[in-house]
């Protein structure tokens, strides 16, 4: 959505109600009231061909003969007459409707539908329908049905439910909370969240962003923009739906354990949103991320009058996965030079019920300069000795003094209040002071958690993988063979060659095996594995059959040949009397996995109705689904994701050394997830995948067992963006090739990978002071590595970074895109190692860079150069660039491409 369309949501010039009468309860009368109300200063109409007048305001019998035209409407007519009254909006300019008329249908013909069509036709943006309406507190419009108007602040409230959005206002009202904007979704029939997101995400007025989400549209549209929003400022969930009634039907272990919501909270998760459970979780944690810098590390302090309540807080902060801190020798010394000997000595650090400002402030003050604690959290309970309101106005102007000095950074460690007595007053002074305080111990408790589980989630995003062993070289053209000479059609399960061949295309450890008619060939197959010392696994192939142990269709540790013939004689009887309509295509050998220090795990792919392919991890063999201890992540998987995901499940501890055990190879079981990530990302056929058990221990790990569920009429793979099954955009390989330049300079060019950060750093070492200040238009000082991760985590559905590489994969130069979320103008930048200028780097570069904006779909590109920096502007003028000045900025030249798109 473009920013002029939204901001005619949230600060219309003028605005007109369509569909009100004189009844007392009429929508349209209603929402009038509000907006009059509200004290909206430009121009209010109403619509309405059957009144005069209505609460005194003058109606007109269409939106035609408004002047001046408003720019947006809220649209309250009979569900038969939007179509008609959004196509006659467009018509005249109408920039914005707000639909709150229910009962439009769904699906195709529906009036829904229609609706939307009339929008799009002209330009016109849509929210709803089936909505309560919107408000823009700031810019006194309150466009909507709700009971109470909201206070102005700095909180943006997006839902889809209206009942939510009037008992959230209600609830923040009691609270003196306020808001930027607050919109009621409704149907989405054009504006969804993800828009939204992408609007307040810049907005320098919201410093967090609230949404009650109960499903997406646009899958990938909301994971860029909620990816996007996360790095600028919190972004707090409450999602519905967390326990669905019935789970999706599914053939595979892996699909069974990957529950919907399950997978909707593993992509809130990597998008780097926090996600919480109720109306009062949501605010609170917004109140915490928005007071307090981020924590890091999850060990609390804990500072009371009252050692009983300090203790529950310490409960409630284990229960709830934080650490409670443990006190140095050190700080322990520190806190007896200032405390009555009858302290605590521990941690909660009970200062004793008659406690003043000067004990509180001694003991805030060892706790804040304790390596060891991470963050502060100060309580104080009633009790006749001691004033709550003097304490706390004493706690606050002392820290405020000392963050006054900002090389205090021990001051700035994260504190947090709960006051049991005189709560309101001793708020105010908390609050002047940026302390964050909450009405009980659990709100603050949590609102600590909240603030370390947003630190985790802000670095995870920022963190720079390790690079991929080199002698990973995925086949996905060979695994396109595999899949297209599988017999059968439709949706179904591959064969056990051909589920060995595919995971041997990803260089997936698997156990070698033969596939035998009969018991005689049984034997035949296995003597040479008997001849080596190894014992024998034999197993039933059949399409029809999901789970083989669970018909008798697997026999372990067989030993000799005649035991053999005699296991594979009487499998196929078991088989066939218990599955008389199996298909059965015979008896799979292998050799014995003979690996006692093994820890039995499971690993997958599973699919997703909303999000697609999602891999899944965990602890594995017959009672999976009984165990229930498996994560969910979204592909594509770099291995530091790949490490989390292993970290989220309770088996994890596991491979770690114990007992007579060594440890579990981490890091091989962590490259096979990414393997898996990549099958995912490159092949849509497959919808199911089981790795069951994956063996893992000292020497790395093997899939004993696998099944493949795919689907031979996928959704196509075409353009820049890969599988469109995937809700995270993968690596764009198709922009990888060979370059050489009009001066002969031979290289290759490759997009960024978040694994590029070491090459990137020896890059900028290489680029002169003063060309770093052409290209940032001032002196650089430093590389941050967060700049950096800025650089390499990209989302590639919105952003280009392609680097010019050597043979060593030394980075020679830069050339970047940043794309709208509309993809309607992406702003370039070229910049080049210094002692390679004048070899025709810049211009190979800026041509790939265009073609590749016209493959992803971006209508211009632009960018401001130095009008100093001659040698880009003819560079620019060359290739096509519209040069001019800017007219704020005189130091500035303005340049500007349209882009044809591309036929691929």
């Known amino acids: 959505m473009s920013r002029d369309a939204l901001d005619a949501l949230f600060k219309p010039a003028a605005i007109a109600v369509i569909g009100a009468s004189t009844k007392p309860r009429s929508l349209g009368r209603v929402i009038a009231r509000n907006l009059r109300a509200g004290g909206f200063a430009g121009p209010l109409d109403v619509v309405s061909p059957k009144y005069p007048s209505i609460d005194g305001i003058r109606t007109a019998r269409s939106v035609a003969e408004l002047h001046p035209v408003p720019e947006l ?13 959004i196509e006659e909006a467009g018509e005249v300019g109408v920039k914005a409707a707000v639909v709150i008329t229910a009962g439009l249908g769904q699906g195709p013909g529906s009036l829904r539908e229609k609706a939307h069509l009339a929008a799009r036709r002209h330009g016109l943006r849509l929210v709803g329908p089936n909505c309560l309406g919107i408000l823009s507190p700031h810019a006194q419009v309150n466009a909507s049905f709700a009971a109470a108007p909201a206070l102005p602040g700095d909180l943006a409230l997006l839902a889809q439910s209206g009942a939510v959005v009037t008992t959230l206002v209600e609830w923040a009202n009691q609270r003196s909370i306020g808001f930027t904007g607050i919109v009621s979704l409704g149907d989405m029939a054009d504006v969804d969240v993800g828009e939204l997101l992408d609007y307040f995400a810049t907005d320098p007025a919201t410093r967090a962003i609230l949404i009650y989400m109960e499903s997406v549209r646009d899958v990938r549209r909301f994971m860029s923009a909620a990816r996007a ?18 789970a999706r039907a599914a053939a595979s272990h892996t699909g069974a354990l990957a529950g919907s919501d399950a997978v909707f909270d593993a992509a809130l998760r990597r998008a780097g949103l926090l996600r919480v459970n109720d109306m009062e979780e949501l605010f609170a944690a917004a109140n915490t991320l928005a007071r307090v810098r981020p924590c890091a590390g999850r060990r609390l302090a804990i500072l009371t009058n009252g050692g009983g309540v300090g203790i529950l807080a310490v409960d409630r902060l284990i229960d709830l996965g934080g650490e409670s801190a443990e006190l140095s020798t050190k700080t322990l010394a520190r806190l007896d030079e200032v405390l009555p000997s009858t302290w605590s000595h521990s941690n909660p650090v009970d200062i004793v019920g008659d406690a003043g400002v000067q004990r509180y402030t001694d003991a805030l003050d060892a706790l804040l300069e304790a390596p060891e604690v991470d963050a502060v959290f100060v309580v104080h309970v009633p009790t006749a000795l001691a004033a709550p309101v003097e304490i706390a106005e004493g706690v606050s102007l002392h820290l405020a003094q000392r963050r006054s000095d900002a090389s205090d950074l021990a001051a700035h460690k994260p504190v947090l209040a709960c006051w049991l007595a005189q709560e309101e007053q001793a708020r105010e002074h908390l609050q002047a002071a940026g302390i964050p305080t909450y009405r009980t111990l659990t709100g603050a408790v949590r609102g600590f958690v909240h603030l370390h589980r947003h630190t985790e989630a802000q ?13 990973f070289q995925p086949d996905p053209e060979r695994a396109r063979q595999v899949l297209a000479e599988a017999p059968g059609t439709g949706r179904r399960w591959l064969g056990a060659a051909e589920v060995q061949a ?21 034997v035949q197959a296995a003597r040479p594995w008997f001849e080596a010392g190894q014992r024998m696994v034999l197993k039933i192939v059949s399409p029809d059959i999901a789970h ?63 999000f697609g392919p999602v891999i899944l991890f965990g602890a594995g063999g017959v009672a999976v689904e009984v165990e229930q201890d498996t994560a969910l992540a979204l592909p594509p998987l770099h291995l530091n994701l790949a490490q989390d995901l292993i970290d989220r499940t309770r088996v994890a501890r596991r491979l770690a050394a114990y007992r007579h055990l060594p440890a579990a190879d981490r890091e091989a079981l962590a490259l096979t997830l990414v393997k898996l990530s990549q099958l995912a990302s490159d092949l849509p056929e497959v919808r199911e995948l089981d790795l069951n058990p994956l063996l893992v221990d000292e020497h790395g790990a093997v899939a004993v067992d696998a099944r493949v569920l795919v689907d ?26 060979a370059l050489t330049t009009a001066r002969g300079l031979q290289c290759r060019v490759r997009p960024v990978q978040p694994e590029d950060e070491a090459q990137l750093r020896r890059f900028f070492a290489e680029v002169s002071p003063e060309d770093l200040r052409q290209r940032y238009f001032s002196p650089v000082k430093s590389i941050s590595q967060a700049f950096i991760a800025r650089l390499t985590q990209i989302d590639y559905a919105r952003v280009v970074v392609l680097l010019a590489v050597d043979a060593a994969d030394e980075v020679l130069g830069i050339a970047q895109l940043h794309a709208d979320p509309e993809l309607e103008e992406g702003e370039y930048a070229v910049l080049l190692r210094s002692d390679l200028k004048g070899q025709g780097l810049g211009w190979a570069l800026m041509e790939r860079l265009i073609d590749a904006a ?15 920096n001659s040698s880009m502007l003819d560079m620019c003028r060359q290739l096509g660039f519209r040069v001019v000045a800017d007219s704020e ?13 591309s036929p691929s």
């Open 73 to 85: 409407v809220v649209v309250t007519v009979p569900p038969e007459l939007v179509p008609e009254v």
């Open 502 to 522: 595919l995971l041997q295309a990803y260089d997936i450890p698997c156990v070698p095996m033969a596939i035998v008619p009969d018991a005689e060939s049984a």
């Open 459 to 471: 670095a995870q995003l920022l963190a720079t993988p390790p690079s991929m062993p080199a002698d």
């Open 712 to 737: 031979v009429a996928p959704a196509p793979v075409s353009g820049l963006l890969g599988n469109p099954r995937l809700a995270i955009a993968p690596y764009p390989k198709q922009l990888e090739a």
């Open 889 to 901: 900025e005189p130091g500035i030249m303005l340049v500007s491409l349209p882009v044809a798109p």
């Open 229 to 246: 929003a996360a790095r600028a400022k919190p972004v707090i969930v409450i999602k519905a739906g967390r326990h669905e009634a019935g």
């Open 854 to 868: 016209a493959r992803l779909g971006v209508a211009r590109i632009s960018g401001q150069v130095l009008r100093e």
């Open 548 to 610: 083989k142990s669970d018909v008798g269709g697997v026999v372990l540790k067989i030993d000799s040949e005649d035991r053999l013939r005699q296991e594979a004689h009487d499998m196929l009887l078991r088989v066939r009397a218990r599955m008389p309509e199996a298909h059965i295509d015979g008896l799979m050998v292998q050799p014995m996995v003979e690996r006692p220090n093994a820890r039995e795990l499971i690993a997958g792919i599973a699919d997703d109705a909303l």
